[in-house]
């Protein structure tokens, strides 16, 4: 027993002041669309369709690539014959809609060669990050105050998200001191943290978990299998895929699996106490 | 001929010949299927077989048949065998082994609800992955079978529990949305006041249609989808599928990358074992050892994440090789991390071990003994922490393996206590291979160059003792050299009737120490 306490005192605290801003390696690939070709290099390298491409007609390209897919696994990099795509090192992505998390670009396709020649960044449809964040306030912020009880929802995930939202109540992130709490039952729960895809097999047990959720309720997608179905895909037999495919989702955390600080910038998002102040459409534009 | 073909033959008493080197430490015998019963016995019986993966194939359009097959440890020979046989679609079934090798029990049914071939003689012929609102003729798995099928809800309970009858006798169902930050399962207990009568448990909540999956996409991003198949254990599921390819392809691993491929494996085990054993005390309370647990964990993610740019270990292994490597500075800041590791670990089990409360909990609880281990199949760490003295890093060694020496700790109590021992012991057996590892890098690349396509019609194992127990993967080709199937067979579809078997006798509020001493995988489980 001394000897525990003695341990305690000696460990200190061991949380960090501010867990945010931390950057990695390798965040989401960026795409500088003017030294893009539309060549489809990368479009082949993607295991998700994260990045895609579309020849509505023969002169014209669309190329676009979503976060919410996004498995953060460099191969787009690597396959780029023209380095248009480079790495950003940011992690706290997060969004309201799928659409805010995806950027299109189209280009001019020369007929002979099948080069394409960036035109413009196409506008992204839906609500602007800021629309839908006040909507988010307007609807829930009113009613929750400083503090978020959540309950999490493994709705088919791999388990990776799981290990990295666990990670979150640990020592060093310590998400409880900013008022956020995992709760064992739905009825006493705020909001739901919800990984992916969703499973034919889980659909039900989602649906009733979200109707024993009392109003106003948040939902929030974690990892690129929640926001999109990600490496399993969407509509397959067993995976129907992202969240939003049966519930409605107020705020997207990308990643695979999204790092704890995202996860727990995402929290904040859906609290209204952090903006979701990261959008690729800025990037590019 | 080889003297492991000629020694099997022989046990099998099958005409020499028979028995094919399919590639290194891979043995393949191609038979009749009425002769499986006979031969899984003398298997299991003369060669002390373990049975590792069962499961079918659907080569209609290429044979007009079905295929059965099993896949067998020989760890006295150091060779994996597979036993192999068609089936005729007319009549859809084959003889049963589960009766007398339960290991096949899950196995067979899992044929029988993906395939719609029927195990004749199955003591319990009943769904195992279907749920009840799965309609009868939905064989997903067949090749005809679209990846994109919508399959219709269908109402009934073709599946009920089995009901408890008595006074003061009860069921309490669980799940599959759990109270914890945990995957999704259904157990039911029948219990008398506190005391587990019975457990029973419904998986595949989390089915994904992996191995269907592996079929549409191309084999090269079949890795990202094997990361996926258990988030814990990445390294794992992308090594057996990567050493199935490469044997498949026949590429060599250059030296460097084997040795890498040992450090990233030992570093997936010692981050888990060390939240497996942060997890125990969280379940009985006692919060400062959960806390150093957490912290060490944390540390351990963060060293990941510095050298290699991903904290689960996500995307460093290629196939051919490894997409990282250690520069001396970074092997060095790694040595230093793990001996800070290491002292801080010893003293967390200290903690734990030294801590009556603590002892009073794990000791004896949740006891699968050493015959039913055997009985069942059990893998991995469950199986060493029951006295079974099992480990492919030895038994079949893969990567730079072979030429380590290390221990392989085995406990006799089969409880709590005793998969909690195995677990640190294997920590500071990774730390021994990582040092010895790490001084000795061979100076070659770190990827191997793999041929634009695969052999058409070929198959091949890969296998890993990843943390959890063995990964198996059986990748097969179609006569263009695409994938036509992949078979992933996580420790945890064959471990999860240990746990069924561990609970009763214990009880309610112990479920949670002995579910999390297993800790096993629902995705890997229900993929």
Request: charged share 10%; hydrophobic share 30%.
């Given at each position: 027993m001394i000897g525990l306490i003695l341990k305690s005192i000696r460990t200190g605290s061991l949380t960090e002041a501010n867990p945010f801003g931390r950057h990695a390696a390798f965040g989401f690939p960026v795409m500088d669309f003017s030294r893009c070709t539309a060549c489809g290099e990368c479009v082949r390298a993607c295991p998700t369709a994260a990045i895609h491409a579309t020849q509505p007609t023969p002169e014209r390209a669309i190329v676009s690539l979503s976060y919410a897919a996004?498995?953060?696994?460099?191969a787009c990099v690597a396959a780029c014959p023209g380095q248009a795509i480079s790495v950003s090192t940011e992690v706290e992505v997060c969004a309201h809609s799928r659409e805010q998390l995806s950027q299109s670009a189209s280009f001019d396709v020369d007929?002979?060669?099948?080069m394409g020649t960036f035109r413009q960044i196409e506008p992204g449809a839906g609500p602007s990050l800021a629309d839908a964040a006040a909507n988010l306030k307007a609807r829930i912020h009113g009613r929750l105050g400083r503090s978020l009880q959540v309950r999490q929802v493994d709705a088919g995930s791999c388990n990776g998200c799981e290990l990295e939202i666990a990670a979150t109540t640990n020592p060093i992130y310590d998400l409880e001191r900013f008022g956020i709490h995992f709760v064992a039952s739905p009825r006493h729960a705020d909001a739901l943290l919800v990984t992916g895809p969703v499973t034919r097999n889980m659909e039900t047990a989602l649906r009733r978990t979200y109707e024993a959720t009392p109003e106003p309720r948040v939902v929030v997608a974690v990892g690129a299998c929640g926001c999109s179905?990600?490496?399993?895909?969407?509509?397959t037999y067993a995976a129907i895929g992202g969240v939003d495919r049966v519930l409605p989702v107020d705020v997207y955390i990308p990643g695979c699996p999204p790092r704890p600080q995202a996860i727990l910038n995402g929290l904040l998002v859906a609290m209204g106490v952090r903006e979701a102040r990261y959008s690729p459409r800025l990037e590019g534009a | 001929m080889t003297s492991n073909t000629a020694s099997v033959s022989a046990a099998l008493h099958v005409p020499e010949g028979a028995v094919r080197d399919h590639h290194p430490g891979e043995l393949v015998l191609d038979t009749h299927a009425d002769a499986l019963p006979d031969l899984a016995d003398r298997v299991s019986e003369q060669l002390e077989g373990r049975l590792l993966s069962l499961f079918a194939t659907d080569d209609r359009a290429r044979t007009g048949a079905f295929g059965v097959h099993q896949v067998w440890s020989l760890p006295r020979l150091q060779t994996l065998l597979r036993l192999s046989a068609s089936i005729d679609p007319a009549a859809p079934s084959f003889p049963s082994i589960a009766q007398k090798h339960t290991a096949a029990n899950w196995f067979e049914r899992e044929v029988m609800d993906f395939f719609g071939v029927r195990p004749d003689g199955h003591p319990n012929p009943t769904r195992v992955a279907l749920h009840d609102d799965w309609p009868g003729g939905a064989r997903a798995l067949r090749r005809d079978f679209p990846d994109d099928s919508q399959v219709p809800r269908e109402p009934g309970d073709r599946h009920p529990f089995r009901p408890v009858t008595g006074e003061g006798v009860f069921q309490v169902p669980v799940g599959p949305?759990?109270?914890?930050?945990i995957e999704p399962g259904h157990f039911r207990f029948g219990v008398a006041g506190e005391p587990v009568l019975y457990l029973q448990v419904r998986l595949f909540y989390v089915h994904k249609g992996i191995e269907k999956r592996f079929e549409r996409l191309p084999w090269r991003h079949g890795l990202f989808l094997a990361e996926s198949i258990s988030g814990d254990t990445a390294v794992g599921h992308a090594l057996a599928y990567a050493h199935a390819i490469e044997r498949l392809a026949k590429v060599a691993v250059p030296p460097r990358a084997q040795a890498l491929r040992v450090i990233l494996l030992e570093l997936e085990r010692i981050y888990n074992h060390t939240a497996d054993i942060g997890a125990l005390a969280t379940d009985v309370a006692f919060t400062v050892p959960a806390s150093r647990a957490q912290a060490l964990r944390e540390g351990l993610l963060r060293t990941n994440d510095r050298l290699f740019g991903t904290r689960l270990l996500r995307g460093t292994v290629a196939i051919g090789g490894v997409k990282c490597d250690l520069q001396p500075e970074d092997r060095e800041a790694l040595r230093s991390a793990l001996r800070a590791f290491e002292k801080e670990f010893d003293s967390l089990i200290e903690l734990l071990v030294d801590s009556g409360t603590f002892t009073d909990r794990v000791d004896g609880t949740g006891i699968l003994t050493n015959q039913a281990a055997r009985d069942l199949g059990i893998v991995g760490v469950a199986a060493r922490a029951s006295g079974i003295d099992a480990d492919m890093r030895r038994d079949h060694p893969h990567d730079a393996y072979a030429g380590l020496p290390f221990k392989i700790p085995v406990e006799d109590g089969g409880d709590v206590r005793a998969r909690l021992m195995v677990r640190a012991r294997e920590v500071e057996q990774s730390l021994v291979i990582l040092h010895q590892v790490l001084d000795r890098l061979p100076d070659t690349p770190c990827a191997a160059s793999v041929p634009d396509h695969l052999p058409p019609g070929a198959s091949a194992l890969g296998w890993v003792e990843a943390w959890r127990g063995p990964c198996t993967h059986w990748v097969a080709t179609d006569e263009r050299g695409e994938v036509a199937r992949v078979k992933v067979t996580d420790p945890s579809f064959l471990n999860w009737p240990g746990l069924v078997h561990a609970v009763?006798?214990?009880?309610?509020?112990?479920f949670p120490v002995i579910n999390k001493s297993f800790n096993l995988s629902y995705s890997g489980n229900d993929r």
């Open positions: 996004c498995i953060q696994c460099r007929p002979v060669t099948g179905g990600g490496i399993f895909g969407e509509g | 949305v759990h109270a914890g930050i009763p006798g214990n009880i309610v509020p112990d």
